[in-house]
C-alpha cells in the first residue's frame, strides 16, 4: 500500500513541479504586460516537438538546447508581432488574441507534425523503472524532470533578485511609465519576458516529454493547469507557484484513487473554479506586494 | 433632522489613512462644498457617502436612514445622485439615453416586459423619455439630444453627466469637481445653474478646488487636509480662519 | 427585419435543396451566437464556454426523448406521468415501441437545466473581471465537455442518436428528413427572427440601456441605480438559455447530438463570431454566424476549420476589436477614437475596481 502511497507522491512531484514551471511563465508575462498568454501552453509543446524533431541529427543535449532557442525566438517574434504596437488595448481583447494564437500554434503544430504522439528518449538509462524511492519504482527521468525544473525556478529567482536585468524587470512590471522615464528599455524588456517563459515552457516540455509523451494539442491542458497554478500563488512569487503546483500536482496524482481517470483533468478545473469563486486573488500573495 | 449626517468616519488604504474621523451635516436645502488640496480624502470622503467605498469605522446617514457600506446601486434609491470628476459618461451612448438611464429608478420594466414589448414597458419608456428632455431643457443642452455623448465638447459633456445626475430627481446631489476644466464663463453658469437646481428642492454636497465658485453659492464650507477635518462653517467664516488659509487658501488667494 | 424574411425567400428559390439543411442548422447556431452576443457585446462579459450551455441543452432533450422507460412501466410515477401526457409512447427505430418523455416537456426539462446551471457558474463567476472570467467560463466548458464525453450513459464520443422529430403543430415537425426541408427551414429562421425580436427589444428597452450603461461605465451605471451584478448574471442566464433552446431543436433536426457540440473549439468559434460581426451589433453578428456557420458546414475551411476560426479571431482582435464594419473608414476613427478615451482611474481607489488596464497606458485624456 504504501508503494502506492510514494507512486501517487513522486507523480504529483513530477507533474506539480512542470505546473509550476508553466505557472511561473505565466506570472513572468502578466507581471510585465498584464496579460495572461493563454499560449503559455504550447510553449511546452513546441519545445517538446521541436527536441523530437531534432532529436534524429543531432545529440540530445543539443537536440534540447536547439529546441528551447527556437521557441524563445518564437516567444520573440510573437511578442514583437501581436503585442508590441498595440496600444492601451483592453483585458478582453488580450484574452481573445491569446487565445487565438493558441489555437494557431497548435493548428501549425499539427500542420507540421501530424496528429502522432512523440517522445523523446529517456535522458539517461531507459524506460525500465529503474528507481525505487519508498518502494515504488520508477524511471530516472522523475529525477531529471524535477531537477530540471528546480534549476530553472533557483535560477529565475536569482535572475530577478539579483541581476541587472531582473531588476529592470521588476521595475517595468512595476510602473511601466516610470521605468521608461528611468530610461529603461521597456519595449525590449517586456520582449524579454516571453522570450524567458518561452524558454522555460519549452525545457519543462522537453524534460518531461519521455514520461507523458508529446503531442500536437498537449499545449491546451498544460496552459489550464499552469494558470491553475500561476492563479493560486497570486500570480506573484516564483515559490508561490512552485508551492502551488506541487499542491496541484498531489491532488491530481491522488485523485486518481478516488475517480476514474478519465475525470484526471477535471481535477484541475475543479480546482480553478473553486480557487476562483472563492479566492481568486490566491492563497500566498497576501502580504508580498511583488516579488518574483 | 439634516438630509446628510457623517458621524466619526475613517478610511485607510493600506499604509495611508485617507480620512481619519470627520463628521458633518448637510442640512436640507442647503449648498455645501468640500474642500482641500489634493490628497485631504475629499474624493474618498464623497466614494464613501456614494456607497463606492465602505467606511472602516463610523456611520453615515441619509435622513436618518444608515447608508454606510451599502453598495451605489442601493445608495441611488434612497435618492443620491452623483457626478464623476473624470466624466463618466456611458460610451456608444446617445446623450439623451445618458440621462435616460439616469432615470432608470424611477421605471420598473424588465427583461420579461422589455423583451416582448409589452405596453407597460412602452409607457414607461416614453415617460422616461420626456422627462430626461425636461432635464435636458432645464441644463439648456436639449439640442444635443441625438449626439454621441463621448464626443461632445468637454463643456457639454459635464452638462450632460449633470442632466444624467438630475434626471431621477434626487434628494442629495453630488458633484466631484463640477467646474474641472471649465472657463470662468462657463464656472459662472454653473454656478447659476447649482442654484437652480437647489431652487427645486435637491441638496447639494460638492467637492471643488475653484474658490471663486465655492464662495459664491455655497452656504457652507468643510476644509479637510490629510483626511481631517480642519473647518467647517458658512463660506464667510472658513475663508477668514487662519488655519485654513494657512493650510490651502494662503497658496491662492481668492 | 422584413428584409431578412425576403431574403430567405430567395434563397429558398435557388433550387439546390440540400443547402437547405446547412441554412437551417446555421440557423440554430446563429440563435445561440446572437445570444452570446448579447452577453457579451452589451453586458460586456465574455463567456469561453458557451457551446457548455448549447450542449446541455441539446443533451437533456436527446436523453429524455430516447431514454426508455417501458422496463419500468410498473412503477407508481412512471404509471402517473404516463397518464397525464409527460410520458408518450412512440415507435422507435426497428420497429419497437418506447416509453419516453415528451419532447415538449423535454425541452422545457432542457431549458430549465441550462438556466439552472447558468445561475449555479454564474453567481459566482460573474463577480470575477477580465481574465479571471474567462478562465472560468472556460473551466466550466472544458468540464461539461469532459462529462459529455467521458459518461457512457451521455453517449461518450458517440453520443446520443435516434433522437425523435420535435413535433410542432399537427403535421409539422422538427426532424432532418428530406420532405421535411422547406418546412423545417422556415422554422429555424421563424425561431431565428423570434429570437432577434426578442433581443432586438430588449436593447431598446430599459434593461438594455442599463445594459449598455453597464458595458460603457460600470461604475456610474451602479451610481445611477443599476444593480450591475444582478443585471449581468440575469444577461447570462438568458443567453444560456437561449443557447439552450437553440441546442435543443438542432438535436432534433439532426437526431442526434455529440459532445463536439461542448468543445472548447465551438465555443471560441462562437466568440470569434461574435467579435467579427461587432459585438455590440446584433445584426452585425446575425450576419456573420449565418455566412460563417454556412461556410463551416459546407466545408469550405476543411481541415483548417479551427485555424481559420482562430486566424479570424486573432485578425479581428489585432485589426478590428469593434467588428468588422468597423474597418469602413468613417466609423474606424470613431472606434478609434472611442478607444483612446478611456477615462483614468478616480483618486482615493478603494471600494469598487476598474477594469484592469495594460501597464504603460497612456492615461486617457480629459477630452478637451
Known amino acids: 500500500m504504501s508503494e502506492l502511497f510514494f507512486q501517487y507522491l513522486m507523480a504529483g512531484l513530477t507533474y506539480g513541479m512542470i505546473y509550476a514551471v508553466v505557472g511561473i511563465g505565466f506570472n513572468i508575462i502578466y507581471n510585465a504586460t498584464g496579460v495572461i498568454n493563454f499560449a503559455q501552453g504550447e510553449f511546452a509543446m513546441l519545445g517538446g516537438m521541436i527536441a523530437v524533431s531534432l532529436v534524429g541529427a543531432v545529440p540530445l543535449p543539443v537536440a534540447i538546447a536547439g529546441a528551447v532557442l527556437a521557441t524563445m525566438a518564437i516567444g520573440a517574434l510573437i511578442e514583437i508581432a501581436f503585442f508590441r504596437w498595440l496600444s492601451g488595448p483592453s483585458v478582453l481583447r488580450m484574452i481573445v488574441i491569446t487565445i487565438g494564437l493558441s489555437i494557431l500554434i497548435r493548428e501549425a503544430a499539427l500542420l507540421v507534425w501530424g496528429q502522432q504522439v512523440r517522445a523523446l528518449p529517456y535522458f539517461t538509462g531507459d524506460e525500465v523503472a529503474s528507481l525505487s524511492i519508498g518502494g515504488a519504482r520508477m524511471s530516472p527521468q522523475v529525477l531529471w524532470t524535477v531537477g530540471t525544473c528546480g534549476a530553472m525556478v533557483v535560477l529565475v529567482t536569482g535572475f530577478f533578485r539579483w541581476t541587472t536585468a531582473g531588476k529592470q524587470m521588476r521595475a517595468c512590471a512595476s510602473n511601466r511609465v516610470a521605468a521608461s522615464l528611468c530610461g529603461l528599455p521597456t519595449r525590449n524588456l517586456v520582449t524579454l519576458s516571453f522570450v524567458l517563459s518561452a524558454g522555460m515552457g519549452a525545457l519543462a516540455g522537453c524534460v518531461v516529454s519521455p514520461i507523458t509523451y508529446t503531442q500536437y494539442n498537449v499545449g491546451t491542458g498544460l496552459a489550464i493547469k499552469g494558470f491553475t497554478v500561476a492563479i493560486l500563488g497570486g500570480l506573484g512569487s516564483s515559490l508561490a507557484a512552485v508551492a502551488a503546483g506541487l499542491v496541484l500536482g498531489q491532488l491530481e496524482a491522488f485523485s486518481v484513487s478516488l475517480l476514474p481517470s478519465a475525470y484526471k483533468d477535471s481535477v484541475s478545473i475543479a480546482v480553478l473554479l473553486a480557487i476562483l469563486f472563492v479566492r481568486p486573488t490566491g492563497f500566498f500573495a497576501a502580504r508580498v506586494a511583488y516579488r518574483p | 433632522m439634516p438630509l446628510v449626517e457623517v458621524a466619526g468616519v475613517s478610511k485607510r488604504f493600506g499604509g495611508v489613512q485617507a480620512v481619519n474621523d470627520v463628521s458633518f451635516r448637510v442640512e436640507r436645502g442647503m449648498i455645501k462644498a468640500v474642500i482641500g488640496p489634493n490628497g485631504a480624502g475629499k474624493t474618498t470622503l464623497f466614494n464613501m457617502v456614494s456607497g463606492f467605498v465602505a467606511p472602516d469605522t463610523g456611520t453615515i446617514r441619509l435622513d436618518g436612514h444608515p447608508i454606510h457600506g451599502q453598495p451605489p446601486h442601493r445608495v441611488a434609491a434612497r435618492g443620491v445622485s452623483r457626478t464623476f470628476q473624470n466624466i463618466r459618461l456611458f460610451a456608444q451612448m446617445s446623450a439623451l439615453e445618458n440621462v435616460m438611464v439616469g432615470r432608470h429608478l424611477r421605471a420598473r420594466s424588465g427583461f420579461l416586459a422589455g423583451m416582448l414589448g409589452l405596453g407597460r414597458a412602452r409607457r414607461e419608456d416614453r415617460e422616461v423619455r420626456t422627462r430626461a428632455l425636461e432635464v435636458m431643457e432645464f441644463l439648456g443642452i436639449a439640442a444635443l439630444a441625438d449626439a454621441d455623448a463621448t464626443r461632445l465638447a468637454y463643456g457639454q459633456q459635464r452638462a450632460v453627466e449633470l442632466a444624467r445626475a438630475l434626471a431621477s430627481d434626487p434628494e442629495l446631489l453630488l458633484l466631484d469637481e463640477p467646474a474641472a476644466g471649465l472657463n470662468m464663463r462657463e464656472t459662472r453658469d454653473l454656478a447659476r445653474l447649482i442654484t437652480r437646481v437647489r431652487a427645486r428642492g435637491i441638496t447639494v454636497l460638492l467637492v471643488e478646488h475653484d474658490m471663486s465658485l465655492v464662495m459664491d453659492i455655497c452656504d457652507e464650507v468643510l476644509v479637510l487636509s490629510y483626511g481631517e477635518k480642519i473647518a467647517d462653517a458658512e463660506a464667510r467664516a472658513v475663508q477668514q480662519d487662519p488655519q485654513v488659509v494657512r493650510i490651502y487658501l494662503g497658496e491662492e488667494g481668492c | 427585419m422584413a428584409v431578412a424574411v425576403a431574403a430567405q425567400l430567395l434563397a429558398v428559390y435557388s433550387g439546390k435543396a440540400f443547402l437547405l439543411t446547412q441554412l437551417t442548422m446555421s440557423a440554430y447556431y446563429t440563435l445561440a451566437v446572437i445570444a452570446l452576443s448579447l452577453l457579451m457585446g452589451h453586458a460586456g462579459q465574455i463567456s469561453l464556454g458557451h457551446a457548455g450551455f448549447f450542449a446541455v441543452g441539446g443533451y437533456t432533450s436527446a436523453v429524455l426523448t430516447t431514454l426508455d422507460l417501458s422496463p419500468r412501466r410498473n412503477e407508481e410515477i412512471v404509471g402517473v406521468l404516463a397518464r397525464v401526457g409527460v410520458l408518450v409512447e412512440r415507435a422507435e427505430l426497428y420497429g419497437g415501441q418506447v416509453l419516453v418523455v415528451h419532447p415538449w416537456v423535454a425541452f422545457l426539462c432542457a431549458v430549465a437545466l441550462s438556466v439552472t446551471l447558468a445561475f449555479a457558474v454564474g453567481i459566482p463567476v460573474m463577480k470575477l473581471k477580465g481574465h479571471y472570467l474567462a478562465m472560468a467560463t472556460l473551466g466550466v466548458g472544458t468540464i461539461i465537455f469532459s462529462v459529455a464525453l467521458g459518461t457512457t450513459w451521455l453517449g461518450a464520443a458517440d453520443g446520443i442518436s435516434g433522437v425523435p422529430a420535435f413535433p410542432l403543430l399537427r403535421n409539422l415537425g422538427v426532424a432532418g428528413g428530406a420532405s421535411e426541408r422547406v418546412a423545417n427551414y422556415y422554422v429555424a429562421f421563424g425561431l431565428l427572427a423570434l429570437g432577434m425580436l426578442l433581443l432586438l427589444n430588449l436593447v431598446q428597452s430599459r434593461t438594455g440601456r442599463a445594459l449598455r450603461a453597464i458595458h460603457g461605465a460600470e461604475d456610474a451605471a451602479s451610481a445611477m441605480g443599476i444593480d450591475v451584478a444582478s443585471l449581468k448574471l440575469r444577461t447570462f442566464v438568458l443567453s444560456a438559455a437561449l443557447a439552450a433552446v437553440a441546442g435543443v431543436f438542432l438535436t432534433h433536426l439532426n437526431g442526434g447530438i455529440g459532445p463536439s457540440e461542448a468543445s472548447i473549439m465551438k465555443s471560441v468559434k462562437y466568440v470569434a463570431i461574435v467579435a467579427v460581426g461587432g459585438m455590440g451589433s446584433l445584426w452585425g453578428t446575425l450576419g456573420t454566424s449565418l455566412a460563417l456557420?454556412?461556410?463551416?458546414?459546407?466545408?469550405?475551411?476543411?481541415?483548417?476549420?479551427?485555424?481559420?476560426?482562430?486566424?479570424?479571431?486573432?485578425?479581428?482582435?489585432?485589426?478590428?476589436?469593434?467588428?468588422?464594419?468597423?474597418?469602413?473608414?468613417?466609423?474606424?476613427?470613431?472606434?478609434?477614437?472611442?478607444?483612446?478615451?478611456?477615462?483614468?482611474?478616480?483618486?482615493?481607489?478603494?471600494?469598487?475596481?476598474?477594469?484592469?488596464?495594460?501597464?504603460?497606458?497612456?492615461?486617457?485624456?480629459?477630452?478637451?
Do not use: H, K, N
Not at chain 3, 297 to 312: H, K, N, P, Q, S
Not at chain 3, 322 to 344: E, F, H, I, Q, W
Open chain 3, 293 to 368: 456557420s454556412f461556410f463551416s458546414l459546407r466545408g469550405w475551411f476543411g481541415a483548417f476549420d479551427d485555424a481559420v476560426f482562430g486566424l479570424i479571431l486573432v485578425a479581428v482582435m489585432l485589426f478590428a476589436p469593434d467588428g468588422v464594419l468597423t474597418l469602413l473608414p468613417a466609423r474606424a476613427a470613431a472606434s478609434r477614437s472611442r478607444r483612446t478615451r478611456a477615462a483614468p482611474a478616480p483618486e482615493g481607489d478603494g471600494g469598487y475596481e476598474l477594469p484592469v488596464a495594460l501597464a504603460g497606458q497612456r492615461p486617457g485624456e480629459e477630452g478637451r
